[in-house]
């Protein structure tokens, strides 16, 4: 059974920093697998923050986080991570991550979702 489990999140200032873990269980990542980070603010639709291809060849960013937001993995603990710095209160969402086997993809068109973790950015 594939696992994502999303960690890290939190209440925080604006200006201050986060950094999301996301562990997967029951799947190993070939090198044309895409990680992505996407998050939902109340009342709106998903969006996509940050993706990688486990290679770690390819990283695409939002506009909105570029230069603030930085997404990397760990092969040895099958970890992906978004560090989150400069946060401002419109970070402020759920944020998932999300696999899948064809590369990265700015759309929802993803394999697997984890439950996702909660972070808040107070003004």
């Known amino acids: 059974q594939v696992q994502l489990v999303e960690s890290g999140g939190g209440l925080v200032q604006a200006g201050g920093s986060l950094r999301l873990s996301c562990a997967a269980s029951g799947l190993i990542f070939s090198r044309y697998y895409g990680l992505a980070w996407f998050r939902q603010a109340p009342g709106k639709e998903r969006e996509f923050v940050a993706g990688?291809?486990?290679?770690?060849?390819?990283?695409y960013y939002a506009d909105f986080v570029k230069g603030r937001f930085t997404i990397s993995r760990d092969n040895a603990k099958n970890t992906v991570y978004l560090q989150m710095n400069s946060l401002k209160p419109e970070d402020t969402a759920v944020y998932y991550c999300a696999a899948r086997s064809g590369g990265i993809a700015t759309t929802s068109d993803y394999d697997y979702w984890g439950q996702g973790t909660q972070v808040t950015v107070s003004s």
């Open positions: 990688l291809r486990w290679s770690g060849l390819s990283i």
